[in-house]
C-alpha cells in the first residue's frame, strides 16, 4: 500500500487541514491587508494607486514563482521545496511590516508572492500523489472547502488588526501564520515523492519539461477548461464592486455580506461535488454542471440585454454561476493531473500560471469593454463558459477510468 495513502487515512483530519493552511496563504495574503490600503497609503506618505501597486507585484511573485516551484518539487520531493517557500514567505512579511518606503514595501510584496505561491503548487502536487482520478477529485474539493473560509474570515481580521494596532500589525500576522505552517509541515506533512535526480533543473531542460506537459492532450483540455473557468471568475471579483454598489446600490457592508454569501456558496459547492462524485463519473459531472452553469448565466446576459434582469435575479442567477465555478475546478484540475505522476510539480505550476494568465486578460478586458453597465462582466463570464462547453465537448479526450479507491 502507498505509504502517502496509508498517511492520509491515519491522520485525515490533520492531513487536510495542513493542506489547506497550504493552499490558503495566498487569498489570506491578499485579503487580510485589502481593508489597510488607506492607512498604508498614510503610513509610506503615498496614494492608494501606489499601493495598489504592491497587490500587482504579489501577483506577479505568484505567477513567476510557480514556473520555478514545478521543477524544484519534482527534483527534491515536495516537503523541502514547500518549507523553503514557507519561510521566504515569513521573511517577507516581516519586510513588509518594516518598509519604510512604498518601493521597498512593493519589493517586499512581490517576494513574498514568491514564496506563498509553492502552496498552491505543492498541495495540488501531494494530492496527486496519494491519490487519482475521482478520488483526487473529491480530495480538491475537501481542500477547497477548508480553503474558502479564507477569503471569509480575512478581511474581518484584517479590518479588527488595523483598528486595533496599526497596518504594519496585519503583515506581523501574516508572518506568524506563514511560520505556523512551517511548523505544522514539519511535524505533520509526510514526504510523498522522494528525490528523483533525473530530473533535470537546467533551463533549456525545464522549458522542454513544460512542453512536454502542455502536449499532453488530456492535460491540455482540462487545463484550459480550468483557465477559461478561472478568468470567467477573474470578471466576477473585478466587476463585483461596480455591480453590486455602483449599479445594484448596495452600500459598502452590504457589499461586504453579498461577497461574503457567494464565497460560502463556493465552499458549499464543493461539499456537493464530493457528493456527486459518489454517485457519478468525474468527466459527466464536470460537463453536467458546465452546462449548466452556461444556461443560468447566457439567461442572465438576455436578461441583461433585454432590460428584464432585476435585482434579485441577478444577485441568485451570480450565486449560482459561482457555486457551479467550485465544482468546474475542482474536477478539471483533478483530470489534467491524471496523467502525471513523476512530473506532477511541473503540470501543478503550469496550470496555476494558466489561471493566473486567464484571470489577468479577463481582468483587462473587463476594464477595456467596460460602458458603465452589467453587460461586460456577464458577457465575460458567458464567453468564458461557453469556451469551456466547447473544449469539454468537443476534443476532450478520454481519461484513465481507473477504479475508485476504496
Known sequence: MDPGRTLERKQPAALIIVLASIMAIGPFSTDMYLPAFLAIARGLK??????????????VGVSIGQIVYGPL???YGRKKPLMLGFLAYTAASVGCAFSPTIPVFVAMRFLAGVGACVGIVGSRAVVRDLFSGTEMAR???LLMMVFGIAPIVAPTIGSLVVSVSGWQYI???LAAIGFLVFLAMGRFLHETKGRDASISLHPKDVMLEYIDVFRNRVFLTYGLVTAAATAGFFAYIAGSAFVYMSLLGFTETGFGFI???NVVG?????QVNRILLRRHGIVKVLRTVTVVQFLLILFLLI????GFAGKAAILCLIFCYLFGFGCITSNAIALA????????GSASALIGSLQMVAGALSSGLLTWLHNGTIIPVISIMAGTTCIGLILLFGSAPIVDRAPRDP
Not at 46 to 59: E, W, Y
Request: net charge neutral; proline share 2%.
Open 46 to 59: 503615498t496614494d492608494i494607486a501606489h499601493v495598489g501597486l504592491s497587490l500587482t507585484s504579489f501577483f
Open 73 to 75: 518539487l519534482d527534483r
Open 139 to 141: 480530495m480538491l474539493s
Open 171 to 173: 503583515f506581523v500576522v
Open 259 to 261: 461577497y461574503g454569501g
Open 266 to 270: 463556493l465552499v458549499l459547492s464543493n
Open 303 to 306: 436578461g441583461g440585454l433585454a
Open 337 to 344: 493531473l491524471q496523467p502525471f505522476t513523476r512530473n506532477a
